[in-house]
């Protein structure tokens, strides 16, 4: 586990010679995270119709977080800057 832990902060899904390897790792559960979250957008567009209020910026925290090429993936897969 610690070393997994470790490839995956040195290396991450970012632009690297082992990022198409380390995406088929992570992506099934990046993935379920960007489910999640677009859940909740959709969860709290639908209940603020009248006011119009959207989500306009995810914050990620936490050691996951500063894994290489995860907030540029995520920002893709949530369409938003």
Partial sequence: ???AFVIKCLNGIGE?????VMLSIVKPQVDS???EIQKMM???SER????RKTI???L?????SNMPGFIEYLSKQLNMP
Avoid at 48 to 51: A, D, R
Avoid at 60 to 64: D, K, Q
């Fill in 1 to 3: 586990m610690d070393e």
């Fill in 16 to 20: 690297s010679k082992n990022q198409e």
């Fill in 56 to 58: 306009g910026r995810v």
């Fill in 42 to 44: 959709r969860y709290y």
């Fill in 48 to 51: 603020t119709v009248k006011e």
């Fill in 60 to 64: 990620a925290l936490g050691g996951g």
């Fill in 33 to 35: 995270l960007v489910k």
